[in-house]
C-alpha cells in the first residue's frame, strides 16, 4: 500500500515563483513546518517553540516587573545602620511572628539593654528582655502594616571578609510617605526602648562606626564630687547645645572639649557615662591607641561622627608611648620612635587637625581623659580643642561621708525594709544594718551610746550621723573614691562592719601606698638618670 501526500495546487504566478514575497516564504515555512514530518522538523519546531515561549516569558516578566516597579515601594536596610536595628526591634515586637509556622528567635535586643534571655511567660524581669520571634533567614514573611501588604525578607550577603544581614521591606502601596511612616514608628518605638540607655559605638576592622553596646543610664548624683562641679559641666555643656546660632552668627566652630584630668579612680569616666544619659547623646569612643589607627583613618573617624554626640578619648596620652608633647617627640630611630611604631600611627599634628580641621564635625562634644595632664601639649589643651579643663583629685572628707550614705541607703521598699516593717522594726536576726545611739537613758547615768546597732536598718538621719563619722576616718586626698567604693563593697549591706574596719583598713592602704610611692620614686629616678620619666606608676596608686 502506497501513501502520496496530496499537495494542495499551487496558485502562484510564473513571477511570484521567481521572486517569492517575505509573507508568501514565511507562510510557506509555517506551512512546511507544521506538515513535514521527520525527526530534524520535529526538533525544529521543538526549538523554535520553546524559543517562543521563552520570549513569551520575558516579555511577560519585564511587563511583570514594571508593573511590580509601579505598585511595591521597596527599602534595603543593612545591618551596619541605625535604621535596621529600629526596623529589627519593631518587627521583634509585632505579634504576627509568635503565630507565624517560620521564625527564627533572637535573644539580640537590637542595641537596647543586655541580651535578652528570658521567655515568654517567665514571671522575673521586664519586657525588653524577652527572647524575640523574627522571620527568618532567606524566606519572604509578610504583614499588614496600616493597611498596607507588606513583604519581607531577610538575608546574609557576604561583604568582603564579612557577613553582613540583609532586610528587604516591600510595601504594597505607590505613596512613598507609608516609608516614612514606617520608620518614624520604629524609630519611636527604638527611642521608646532606649529612654533608659545610653548607646556606645566604637569603629570596626573597616573604620566604620558600630553600635556595641548600650548601657543603664547613671544619675548624675551617683557621681559624687566637690559641690558644684558637675553642675557646672551640665550646665556648660547644655547652654553649649543651645547656641548652635550663636557660634555661627560669630563665625567660631560649633564644637566644645572638655579634657577631665586627675587620678585615676576619681570618676572621670563615670561623670561622662552620667552626661551622656542627662544629654540624651549617644557616646562614640575613639580609642587612639588601636594599632591600625593613623592620622587619616583618625580624620574620616571624626569627620563621620554624628552632629550631636559625645566622642570620648580615654587616656589621650595613651596614643603615644612617650610623653604627648612636641618638644619631647623622639627622632626617628629611637626607642620611643620604635614604640610608636608598635602602637598606634597617629601623631600629634594628626591629632590636633583632626580636632579642630576643616573636616571636624560640628555640633560634637569632645571629652578626653588623662591621668598625665602636664604631660599633654600645650597645643592639645588650649581653648579651641579643650575649652574645659576639669581636675578629679582623690576623695575629700565630704566625698567619702556622701559616698558612706549613698551606699548604704536602704532601697526604696526593698525586701529588708519589708522584712524589717514586718518584724516592728526588729528582725530579731543581724540584718547587717545598724542605727546609731540606740543606749538606754539611766537617771544620773550618761550611757556609752553604741554608734551602730546591727537590729535595725538606719533611717536617712542614721545614715547622717554614720556617714559623718566615716569620713572622720578617711584622710583627706590620700585615696581614690574608686577604692572607698572597693571597701565599701566588702561590706555591702553591713554598714556597722564597715565603720568598724575602716581605721584598719585606711592604716593598711597608706602603708602599701607608702611602699609604692618608694619603689616608684627609686624606679623614677633610674628612669630620671636614662633620660626619661614614667608617671604611670605614680598614676596608677590608688587603684
Ligand atoms: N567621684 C565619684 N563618685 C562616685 N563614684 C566614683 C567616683 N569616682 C570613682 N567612682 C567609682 O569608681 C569606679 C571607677 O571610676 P571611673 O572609672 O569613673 O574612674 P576614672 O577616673 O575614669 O579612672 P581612670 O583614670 O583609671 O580611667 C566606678 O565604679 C565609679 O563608680
Given amino acids: 500500500m502506497s501513501t502520496q501526500t496530496e499537495h494542495p495546487p499551487s496558485v502562484a504566478t510564473a513571477d511570484q515563483d521567481a521572486h517569492p514575497s517575505p509573507s508568501s516564504f514565511a507562510t510557506l515555512m509555517i506551512t512546511s513546518l507544521l506538515t513535514s514530518s521527520g525527526p530534524t522538523w520535529d526538533l525544529l519546531r521543538f526549538f523554535i517553540i520553546g524559543g517562543i515561549a521563552e520570549v513569551i516569558r520575558r516579555c511577560f516578566m ?10 511595591w515601594i521597596s527599602v534595603t536596610l543593612e545591618e551596619w545602620d541605625d535604621s535596621y536595628n529600629w526596623l529589627m526591634l519593631w518587627l521583634s515586637k509585632k505579634p504576627e511572628w509568635t503565630r507565624a509556622k517560620d521564625l527564627s528567635l533572637s535573644t539580640h535586643s537590637f542595641g537596647i539593654g543586655a541580651i535578652a534571655a528570658l521567655v515568654e511567660g517567665e514571671k522575673d524581669g521586664n519586657d525588653q528582655n524577652k527572647i524575640r520571634f523574627l522571620p527568618s533567614y532567606d524566606r519572604t514573611a509578610s504583614l499588614w502594616y496600616r493597611g498596607h501588604y507588606v513583604r519581607l525578607s531577610r538575608s546574609r550577603v557576604s561583604e568582603g571578609m564579612w557577613m553582613k544581614q540583609v532586610l528587604t521591606v516591600k510595601i504594597l502601596a505607590r505613596d512613598h510617605e507609608i516609608v516614612n511612616q514606617l520608620l518614624l514608628d520604629a524609630k519611636s518605638a527604638w527611642k521608646i526602648a532606649k529612654a533608659e540607655s545610653i ?12 553600635l556595641v553596646a548600650s548601657r543603664p543610664k547613671r544619675p ?19 547652654d553649649f547645645l543651645d547656641s548652635k546660632q550663636w557660634y555661627a552668627e560669630r563665625g567660631i566652630p560649633f564644637r566644645r572639649g572638655y579634657l577631665l584630668y586627675g587620678a585615676p579612680g576619681t570618676g572621670k569616666t563615670s561623670i561622662i557615662h552620667s552626661l551622656a544619659g542627662e544629654l540624651g547623646l549617644d557616646v562614640y569612643i575613639i580609642s587612639l591607641s588601636r594599632s591600625n589607627l593613623d592620622d587619616n583613618v583618625l580624620q574620616q573617624l571624626i569627620s563621620d561622627l554624628p552632629e550631636k554626640c559625645i566622642a570620648l578619648m580615654e587616656d589621650i596620652d595613651a596614643a603615644f608611648h612617650h610623653s604627648l ?28 587637625n583632626a580636632l579642630d580641621g576643616v573636616g571636624a564635625q560640628e555640633g560634637r562634644l569632645l571629652f578626653a581623659t588623662t591621668n598625665r595632664y602636664e604631660a599633654l601639649d600645650h597645643a592639645l589643651r588650649r581653648p579651641g580643642r579643650m575649652d574645659v579643663h576639669v581636675e578629679f583629685k582623690l576623695a575629700s572628707q565630704y566625698q567619702a561621708g556622701e559616698l558612706f550614705k549613698r551606699f548604704y541607703k536602704p532601697e526604696k521598699a526593698g525586701p529588708r525594709k519589708a522584712e524589717a516593717a514586718a518584724n516592728g522594726g526588729e528582725s530579731g536576726r543581724d540584718s547587717g544594718y545598724c542605727t546609731p545611739l540606740q543606749g538606754k537613758l539611766v537617771e544620773n547615768e550618761v550611757p556609752e551610746k553604741p554608734l551602730c546597732s546591727r537590729k535595725k536598718g538606719p533611717d536617712a538621719a542614721d545614715l547622717v550621723r554614720l556617714g559623718e563619722k566615716f569620713k572622720d576616718h578617711i584622710p583627706d ?3 581614690s573614691m574608686a577604692a572607698l567604693q572597693g571597701y565599701l563593697m566588702t561590706h555591702k549591706g553591713r554598714p556597722c562592719d564597715a565603720m568598724e574596719g575602716v581605721e584598719a583598713w585606711v592604716q593598711n592602704e597608706m602603708e602599701k601606698r607608702e611602699k609604692e610611692v618608694k619603689s616608684a620614686g627609686e624606679s623614677c629616678t633610674s628612669h630620671q638618670q636614662e633620660g626619661k620619666i614614667h608617671l604611670s606608676r605614680f598614676a596608677r596608686l590608688f587603684m
Fill in 62 to 71: 519585564f511587563i511583570w516587573r514594571r508593573l511590580g516597579d509601579q505598585l
Fill in 199 to 210: 548607646f556606645i559605638y566604637a569603629y570596626d576592622a573597616r573604620n566604620e562606626w558600630r
Fill in 220 to 238: 548624675l548624683s551617683s557621681i559624687i564630687l566637690d559641690t558644684g562641679i558637675k553642675e557646672k559641666v551640665l550646665d556648660d555643656a547644655k
Fill in 325 to 352: 608633647n612636641r618638644e619631647t617627640e623622639k627622632p626617628e630611630g629611637t626607642a620611643a620612635a620604635e614604640n610608636k611604631e608598635e602602637g598606634s600611627k597617629i601623631t600629634l599634628s594628626g591629632l590636633l
Fill in 477 to 479: 586626698r590620700e585615696i
